[in-house]
């Protein structure tokens, strides 16, 4: 098995190398790397690896602008030293993830775990991890709109994210619906309200919903391992998340 390392501080670097190839001496290093412009000439000339280990917070930047920019399609083992509101949004979302100073068993336990997982990484199902990840990650500065101004005849209309149920689409236009079921349009799409919105309170549900967590009232399951969702106020449409997401929906609710 073949594996990268993307890590800018040599000390750190050399340790991780060692603590990998201590725990499993199957596994290759290929190459370590230290910064977002190595990886991206690295990832342009050669074949992708079997596993990424990646630290985030680089040189000369995140180290998400390389998966954001470049089609990889290689799981990934995060390793950060952010605080743990950051790391609990890592563990939601991402395949796993190693707080630094890593530990020889936390580091065993995350290969193994990919091990385990290793064909399940399709290629749609890796990019939703990932989209995941990036959308949850609370970036420095990064600020989450709490507030739309709606229209209500002659005058605008303030409706705070608390009073948001869920925003749907439907013949091209995306309407907000508030919790006592009345309903605004908005001049935005469902894209972009899916990075305006804070992805701890909002999910993507599937290509017509975005829901608030308090609006989702029942959840059943359905064929071909989908689930269908009841809402609050009740939607008219059926509402199926897909089997794909499905996973991430539920790690979504468990908080």
Request: aromatic letters at 12%; a neutral charge.
């Amino acid at each position: 098995m073949k594996a990268l390392v993307i890590e800018d501080e040599y000390p750190a670097a050399e340790r991780l190398t060692k603590l990998i190839q201590k725990v499993d001496a199957n596994i290759e290093i290929v190459s370590v790397l230290g910064s977002i412009e190595a990886a991206k000439k690295w990832f342009a000339a050669n074949a992708a690896p079997d596993l990424i280990f990646s630290d985030i917070q680089l040189a000369d930047g995140l180290s998400f602008v390389i998966f954001e920019e470049m089609a990889i399609k290689s799981p990934i083992i995060f390793t950060t030293s952010y605080d743990k509101y950051a790391i609990k949004a890592f563990k939601v979302k991402s395949i796993d993830y190693l707080l630094k100073p890593i530990k020889p068993q936390e580091l065993a336990v995350a290969i193994e775990k990919f091990k385990q997982m290793q064909g399940a990484f399709s290629g749609l199902d890796y990019t939703l991890k990932i989209q995941s990840l990036l959308d949850a990650l609370p970036m420095s500065g990064r600020k989450f709109k709490t507030r739309f101004l709606v229209q209500q005849q002659e005058q605008l209309l303030p409706i705070s994210q608390e009073e948001i149920a869920y925003f749907f689409t439907a013949n091209e236009m995306v309407c907000l619906v508030r919790n006592d079921n009345r309903q605004f349009l908005v001049d935005y799409t469902l894209e972009e309200l899916e990075k305006m919105l804070d992805p701890s309170h909002f999910f993507r549900l599937n290509r017509q919903y975005i829901a608030a967590m308090p609006a989702v009232q029942k959840i059943h399951s359905y064929f071909n391992g989908k689930l269908k969702i009841e809402l609050k106020p009740e939607s008219l449409q059926e509402v199926l998340v897909s089997r794909e997401k499905a996973p991430f929906f539920k790690e979504w609710i468990e908080g």
